[in-house]
Structures are given as structure tokens and as C-alpha cells.
């Protein structure tokens, strides 16, 4: 997966699938991956899906053209609250966005390297 930093501030994770390189076929069989990941992990939490396209479709907004769908799997690993800033990294959340060549899988960098670690793992696993 690729590291990077979004808007100068946030560090980030992404990683383009190829659907050549996959046997997903939509988002909607990604999410499902994600659920059985999230319902196998005893600190996560699946909480929903957020259908961004359809919500950007809606308001009339901007979608870039490539763009086929995009939705956010929203779920959380908080097993402790130690203190209140902690509050404002959680929920998680993994960001799917499918095109016509690609799935594209994004979601932001925890404090927890373990938790990165997993949803790594998670995110690798749809490549054949």
C-alpha cells in the first residue's frame, strides 16, 4: 500500500486494485470482505455503509467523470476511551471508490499501528 500525506496534514493509505487483478466484482462484494474481517476481529465494531456517490448524486454535486461508485465502510476498533481526544479518531473509516478499470481503497492513518496493520491486511487481501 502507498503512504502518503492528504492536504499537507493527514497521513493516508491507498492502493489501486486492478479488476483484472481481483475476483470482486463491485464495491458491494468488497464491503461484504469487510464485514466478515470486521465481525473476525474482536475489537471491531461494523456501524455502516455510507453511499457517497449516491449522496453527491443527490445534491447535485460534482463527481468526477471516471468515477462509477463510492462508498465509505464505516466501523470502529475503540476498546478503550483513555482519554477524549482519542474520540476524534474514531469511527473509522475505508474509503472505496470503483472505475472502469479499478477499485481504489483509501482510509486515514490511526495512532494504533496495529489497527493500520490489519486494515492493511484486510485491504491486500481482495488481490489475487
Given at each position: 500500500m502507498k503512504r502518503s500525506i492528504l492536504l499537507d496534514t493527514h497521513p493516508m493509505y491507498s492502493l489501486e486494485i486492478l479488476k483484472s487483478e481481483t475476483d470482486v466484482t463491485s464495491i458491494n462484494d468488497i464491503i461484504e470482505h469487510f464485514k466478515v474481517k470486521i465481525e473476525e476481529n474482536p475489537e471491531a465494531k461494523f456501524i455502516t455503509v455510507f453511499d457517497h456517490y449516491k449522496h453527491?448524486?443527490?445534491?447535485?454535486?460534482?463527481?468526477?467523470?471516471?468515477?462509477?461508485?463510492?462508498?465509505?465502510?464505516?466501523?470502529?476498533?475503540?476498546?478503550?476511551?483513555?482519554?477524549?481526544?482519542?474520540?476524534?479518531?474514531?469511527?473509522?473509516?475505508?474509503?472505496?471508490?470503483?472505475?472502469k478499470e479499478s477499485f481504489i481503497l483509501e482510509f486515514l492513518e490511526t495512532p494504533r499501528p496495529e489497527v493500520n496493520a490489519w486494515m492493511q491486511s484486510w485491504i491486500k487481501a481482495l488481490k489475487r
Open positions: 453527491t448524486k443527490e445534491l447535485n454535486g460534482e463527481i468526477l467523470e471516471s468515477i462509477l461508485d463510492a462508498k465509505n465502510l464505516l466501523f470502529c476498533f475503540g476498546h478503550t476511551i483513555k482519554n477524549i481526544e482519542i474520540l476524534a479518531f474514531r469511527p473509522k473509516s475505508i474509503a472505496i471508490c470503483e472505475t
